[in-house]
């Protein structure tokens, strides 16, 4: 069974960082697409970041560029978004996201994790 567990969201000051985490279990790490989408109060839903296996690239959203970085641990299990720079419209629920197989792309994920709550003071 995948599973994608995701932590690290938080309250804080404009300026300030975070850094999420996705717990990702439950199949290989062979071919697969793995990101965040973030959804802030009354807008739609947005793609931030999706690092594919079959480009090698961690593709970003225009308004996180050079602020928000994805990296994985030497076993792919466990991912992190670094966050600098928050601005207070960073505010949203903080899901994680894969796409498993060989045709897995950016960004048609078909796991989702419960999300987790960022939430910048201005």
């Known amino acids: 069974e995948v599973q994608l567990e995701d932590s690290g969201g938080g309250l804080v000051q404009a300026g300030g960082s975070l850094r999420l985490s996705c717990a990702a279990s439950?199949?290989?790490?062979?071919?697969?697409?793995i990101g965040w989408v973030r959804q802030g109060p009354g807008k739609e839903r947005e793609g931030v970041v999706c690092?594919?296996?079959?480009?090698?690239?961690?593709h970003y959203a225009d308004s996180v560029k050079g602020r928000f970085t994805i990296s994985s641990d030497n076993a792919e299990n466990l991912w992190h978004l670094e966050m600098t720079s928050l601005k207070p419209e960073d505010t949203a629920v903080y899901h994680c996201?894969?796409?498993?197989?060989?045709?897995?792309?950016?960004?048609?994920?078909?796991?989702w994790g419960q999300g987790t709550r960022v939430t910048v003071s201005s």
């Open positions: 996201a894969v796409a498993i197989g060989p045709l897995a792309v950016c960004p048609d994920y078909d796991y």
């Open positions: 439950g199949f290989t790490f062979d071919d697969f697409a």
């Open positions: 690092f594919s296996t079959n480009d090698g690239i961690s």
